[in-house]
């Protein structure tokens, strides 16, 4: 985001924040139930490999104060309470807020959980399995390594017969790279995505494998600790595919596999059969009616997006809303975000 447009926002969440909008608007939205998300979480202020995880390893101190936070103003209930309420017609209780975690990052089990259980928080964590079951790393974050690490200088690689130039001469432009290569692989089918990302791996010299150097946060979670938080039953589980591929970049053949073994691996390990799912990135071009009529073949519960939103009685169960929260909200942005000022904002420049 330009410097002038940030500033602009700041300001207008100081302004708001100031004449307590974010008061005025959690009463407004009191009878509707939100869904944050998060992904990851850091001990450090600055870690070098989290500046280019586009904010997605929230600071654990953050954390901790927004669910002390959350814990007085809302009412924090789990998916599953959500899901037989919004099914059997029931009411939700006032204030509703869900806490979900998308991918299955090693810092769900060793930060956020002591804090979940600390302050007794349900939350739900969607796993991608191959990252848990086979040590696999997720493909964003093979993109992220190798970039981060990445040798000053000019880089050419060829995508389509193109050639794609690359500029990795500091930090700045590599993030600016970083971007480039993700919004160009996200969009192709998922086997070419990842030839995409070997060669790339292979050019730069830098390939995330799993051993006693890899940064602690890239780390999966293991089975061992997911059972260890599902057994207190605060921790629910739900599915968010095998690879991570984007569904709808999938062949049928490959949206099955991607649906049909996340859940068995899940239900093997867990012995739990009805699962929730979140799509993996969540836009609006990242499902369709067929992905949630095989997902309701497979017995899912319901599917979480990335679109931001509050739900009700009539979001349909399997286009769910959710709120994200990352490493670049300050303090005053999160409390106006949860209220549902973004939303608003959002809205009012739709129209
Ligand atoms: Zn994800």
Redesign the pocket.
């Known amino acids: 985001m330009p410097p002038v447009k940030i500033i602009t926002k700041k300001i207008i969440y100081k302004l708001s924040y100031y004449f307590q909008i974010h008061r005025f608007l959690r009463n407004l939205n009191k009878n509707k139930v939100q869904i944050l998300f998060y992904?990851g979480f850091s001990n450090e202020k600055n870690n070098f490999f989290s500046k280019f995880s586009d904010s997605k390893h929230l600071q654990i101190k953050k954390f901790h104060s927004q669910m002390k936070y959350l814990k007085n103003k809302y009412n924090i209930i789990s998916l599953k309470q959500f899901v037989d309420s919004h099914k059997n017609g029931k009411k939700f209780p006032l204030y509703s807020l869900i806490i979900t975690m998308?991918?299955g990052y090693l810092s769900n089990y060793s930060l956020a959980y002591p804090i979940l259980k600390k302050l007794n928080i349900p939350a739900t964590i969607?796993l991608?399995t191959s990252f848990v079951n086979q040590k696999e790393f997720?493909w964003m974050d093979r993109v992220e390594y190798a970039l981060a690490l990445a040798r000053p200088n000019h880089y050419r690689l060829n995508v389509h017969d193109q050639k794609l130039l690359l500029d990795l001469r500091n930090d700045d432009l590599k993030l600016k790279s970083l971007k480039k290569i993700k919004s160009l692989i996200k969009s192709e089918p998922q086997g070419l995505r990842l030839k995409f990302i070997a060669e790339l791996e292979s050019l730069l010299k830098n390939k995330l494998t799993l051993n006693e150097k890899t940064p602690e946060i890239y780390l999966p979670l293991d089975w061992h600790q997911v059972q260890k938080m599902v057994e207190k039953e605060l921790v629910s589980i739900g599915g968010?595919t095998h690879t991570?591929a984007i569904l709808t970049k999938c062949s049928p053949k490959e949206l099955k596999k991607e649906l049909s073994l996340a859940k068995k691996i899940i239900e093997k390990n867990i012995k739990i059969k009805l699962l929730p799912f979140?799509y993996?990135?969540?836009t609006v071009k990242d499902f369709n009616k067929q992905i949630q009529s095989y997902l309701k073949q497979l017995n899912y519960s319901c599917a979480l997006t990335t679109m931001s939103g509050f739900n009700n009685k009539k979001t349909d169960l399997f286009e769910l809303r959710r709120i994200a929260v990352d490493d670049r909200m300050d303090w005053i942005e999160f409390i106006m975000n949860i209220s549902g000022f973004r939303y608003l904002l959002l809205r009012l420049l739709k129209i």
């Open positions: 992904h998308d991918d969607f991608t997720l968010h991570h979140a993996p990135n969540g």
